[in-house]
């Protein structure tokens, strides 16, 4: 038993070092004066490594980087990591020293870190894939699932590659969405504020003024005075109310699946942006499932990481759905013509795809398709929308200003 234990502690894996970054100062061969950084776990491995390369060290000084905290890693980082990556490697870069490269390369502390851990675990005996599962939030199973194909395909590079161009269109599919989203949200958010403050501001100048005429007010005015003196009453009352909503909600979102379901299926029947998720889900299922089965993953595997990429509550579940169908060996048109949610072009490229053996390639113009369909979208609803929210801006504003000038007009007529 002591053997035994003995055995495992001497084939744990040593831990990796920390690391820090340094700032030196050297001279040359030919008593030149430069300097660098460099990154190592003391500064004497930093001393070594410059008289290997034939460099005199002459000062080595530890960095200290003070920030307000790390910067989060992105999505477009992961983006912008797996294209480097697999650019190193198609131009036969040893994965090791690409790692190297792109992580000492990189702007983002946080980002360079995890890199830089990822390549001491690979020196260490791991595997890229169970290198990457150490770091889930940033690389999900389908990101990781395919590595390990390439990796026991002998084709690491091709699948990185595939890898790149996969998160590259759904992070464009993304912008593009919150493009479409963002702008009329902050511009009605701006609205909201604007008219806020004519109401607790601008509004108490006009009653003070209108107590004067000593006449009765038109009834819209009264309404918006009303409107005023309930929001300086109550501001306090209001934004607890508003806080309270939001927590409320985030709560419920985070632990209630159907009541994320509930407004996943709300927010595809509205009638301008449901179109879209529609079509962004869309381009997303058959991005996903092409790159996954191209990379030579079966479908019943490839479906489970497809359920939690298509950005949809609604088409996970369907998602999942075929999965259970095709484990009982239908084909994946079959699954589809189960789901209502799937358009009759998208299933009849399915059925071509899986008669002739192209199934991969047919999914890859099926999501070419869908992506170009969601791009056309954002530029017609940005087109839309910017009269629809003038007309709102117009309508707050203006009917604010109407309010507290009807009652002085109509003095004015009177006299």
């Known amino acids: 038993m002591a053997t035994r234990t003995a055995a495992k502690k001497a084939t744990k894996k040593p831990k990796a070092e920390k690391t820090y970054d340094y700032a030196w100062t050297g001279t040359d061969r030919r008593g030149k004066k430069i300097k660098g950084k460099a990154r190592a776990a003391n500064d004497a491995i930093v001393r070594a490594d410059l008289r290997r390369q034939g460099v005199t060290p002459l000062k080595v000084q530890k960095q200290i980087n003070i920030t307000l905290g790390k910067p989060k890693i992105t999505t477009g980082d992961i983006a912008v990591f797996s294209r480097q990556l697999a650019t190193m490697m198609k131009a036969g870069v040893p994965l090791v020293q690409a790692l190297d490269i792109v992580g000492k390369g990189h702007n983002n502390p946080s980002m360079q870190e995890m890199i830089l851990a990822i390549k001491a675990d690979i020196e260490g005996g791991t595997s890229l894939t169970n ?3 150490k770091h889930p939030l940033y690389f999900d199973d389908l990101f990781c699932n395919l590595v390990e194909a390439g990796e026991q395909a002998g084709v690491l590079e091709t699948l990185l590659d595939r890898i790149a161009t996969y998160k590259e269109k759904t992070e464009s599919i993304k912008k593009k969405i919150k493009k479409a989203l963002i702008y009329p949200a902050a511009v009605l958010s701006v609205g909201i504020l604007v008219t806020a403050i004519i109401l607790i501001f601008v509004v108490p100048v006009f009653e003070e003024l209108f107590q004067s005429f000593g006449a009765e007010l038109p009834a819209f005015t009264q309404m918006v005075v009303g409107m005023s003196r309930f929001i300086r009453d109550n501001w306090v ?4 109310a ?6 409320i909600v985030s709560n419920i979102w985070k632990r209630s699946p159907k009541f994320r379901e509930f407004i996943d299926r709300a927010m595809l029947k509205s009638p301008v942006f449901g179109s879209i998720m529609h079509k962004s889900a869309l381009a997303r299922f058959a991005r ?3 790159t996954m089965f191209a990379a030579g993953v079966p479908m019943v595997e490839a ?3 497809v359920a939690g990429a298509t950005g949809s509550v609604v088409y996970g579940n369907a998602v999942k759905e075929m999965r259970e169908d095709i484990a009982t060996g239908q084909s994946l048109r079959l699954a589809m013509e189960q789901q209502r949610l799937f358009p009759h072009m998208v299933k009849q490229m399915v059925a071509i795809g899986e ?3 192209s199934l991969d390639e047919m999914l890859a113009k099926v ?3 869908y992506e170009e369909e969601v791009d056309n979208a954002v530029d017609s609803l940005s087109s839309l929308m910017e009269p629809l929210i003038m007309v709102v801006l117009g309508t707050l504003v203006g009917g604010l200003v109407v309010a507290m000038y009807l009652p002085i007009f109509k003095l004015g007529a009177a006299v």
């Open 237 to 240: 009352f209001i934004i607890l």
């Open 355 to 357: 008669e002739s053996g």
């Open 288 to 290: 996903t499932t092409s």
């Open 303 to 305: 479906l489970e990481s």
């Open 131 to 133: 290198a990457l599962r």
């Open 242 to 247: 508003l806080a309270a909503v939001i927590i």
């Open 367 to 369: 999501a070419d398709f």
